[in-house]
């Protein structure tokens, strides 16, 4: 079992930056996959960052590359997502996961998530 808790959400204003951190435990992070999905009101859930266990391959979606940037620290169990230039519609709740096994880095398939941490983009 992987425990997953996200922290660094709040209310930012359009333009501005945050960074959101997720700390895991439970498995050898080192061997696990991680992702950051978001969901808004009334929306699914939407992959915004993967990176695989080992190494530097990433991947975004078109809606948040280049202002976002998925990093993590094997070091410490941690996965981060720094996000930039916010817009309005980036406001959601976002989730840490979670993932063992060789899968694409753009695969939405995940094993593990977190309590989710909320990020509002005021206008």
């Known amino acids: 079992q992987v425990r997953l808790v996200e922290s660094g959400g709040g209310l930012v204003q359009t333009g501005g930056s945050l960074r959101l951190s997720c700390a895991a435990s439970g498995r050898s992070f080192s061997i696990l996959g991680m992702g950051w999905f978001r969901q808004a009101p009334g929306k699914g859930r939407e992959l915004v960052a993967s990176i695989i266990p080992i190494g530097s391959s990433t991947y975004y979606p078109e809606s948040v590359r280049s202002r976002f940037t998925i990093t993590r620290d094997n070091a410490k169990n941690t996965v981060y997502l720094r996000m930039n230039s916010l817009k309005p519609e980036d406001t959601a709740v976002y989730y840490c996961?979670?993932?063992?096994?060789?899968?694409?880095?753009?695969?939405?398939?995940?094993?593990?998530w977190g309590q989710g941490t909320q990020v509002t983009v005021s206008s």
């Open positions: 996961a979670a993932r063992v096994g060789p899968r694409p880095v753009m695969s939405s398939t995940y094993d593990y």
